[in-house]
């Protein structure tokens, strides 16, 4: 059992920075894929970003390549998302998820079977 706890959401400006931390309990964190979606109000949820669960392996949505950063520490079951020159359209509710899935990358929604409670991140214009 995985439980995740999403944290450093907040409001900024475009073109600031937020990092958002999926602080986990249990103790097989480091045996799962992780994960990022996130939803904006009238949107389906998306796909971010997901790091395998050695952190050798990393993939992002094309949205998001070259400014936002997937990363993990097993030693203190969290991971980590560094966002960078963010923008108005990176508003949204962003989910950290843990997945067991074979297949790499993990991209879809239901190759996780854990979530977090979600982290609301507003980029003002």
């Known amino acids: 059992q995985v439980q995740l706890v999403e944290s450093g959401g907040g409001l900024v400006q475009a073109g600031g920075s937020l990092r958002l931390s999926c602080t986990t309990s249990?103790?097989?964190?480091?045996?799962?894929?992780m994960g990022w979606f996130r939803q904006a109000p009238g949107k389906e949820r998306e796909f971010v970003a997901t790091?395998?669960?050695?952190?050798?392996?990393?993939y992002y949505a094309d949205s998001v390549k070259g400014r936002f950063y997937i990363s993990r520490d097993n030693a203190k079951n969290t991971g980590y998302l560094q966002m960078n020159s963010l923008k108005p359209e990176d508003t949204a509710v962003y989910y950290c998820?843990?997945?067991?899935?074979?297949?790499?990358?993990?991209?879809?929604?239901?190759?996780?079977?854990?979530w977090g409670q979600g982290t609301q991140v507003t980029v003002s214009s």
């Open positions: 790091i395998s669960y050695n952190g050798g392996a990393t």
């Open positions: 249990g103790p097989t964190f480091s045996g799962y894929a």
């Open positions: 998820a843990a997945s067991n899935a074979k297949r790499w990358p993990p991209r879809l929604g239901n190759e996780y079977g854990y």
